[in-house]
């Protein structure tokens, strides 16, 4: 079986679910020696690889970090509001 056969046949399947990390690690990596870069973001708990952004210095991880805290910021904000209010509701005439 050919590398291209075996990426179309990969390719169509859903990415793995994974849980919010509490510990990320980040580590670049070179494809082509000096010539293309990437960098790799784990999380440490599990060994699991997260992300694969392109590009390898600071202001790709900085994007990809702010773009991943804001998501998780407001999932966790919206949580607590919803249980600020069923507990202020509970109080309420």
Not at 41 to 60: K, N, V, Y
Request: hydrophobic share 45%.
């Amino acid at each position: 079986m050919s590398r291209t056969t075996l990426l179309r046949a990969v390719m169509p399947l859903p990415d793995p679910a994974w849980t919010v990390p509490r510990v990320m690690g980040a580590d670049d990596f070179a494809t082509r020696r000096g010539q293309h870069y990437g960098t790799v973001l784990i999380d440490c708990e599990t060994g699991q690889p997260l992300d694969l952004p392109s590009g390898r210095d600071a202001p790709t991880l900085a994007g990809w970090l702010a773009g991943w805290l804001a998501g998780w910021l407001a999932g966790w904000l919206a949580g607590w509001l919803a249980a600020q209010a069923s507990r202020f509701r509970d109080h309420l005439p």
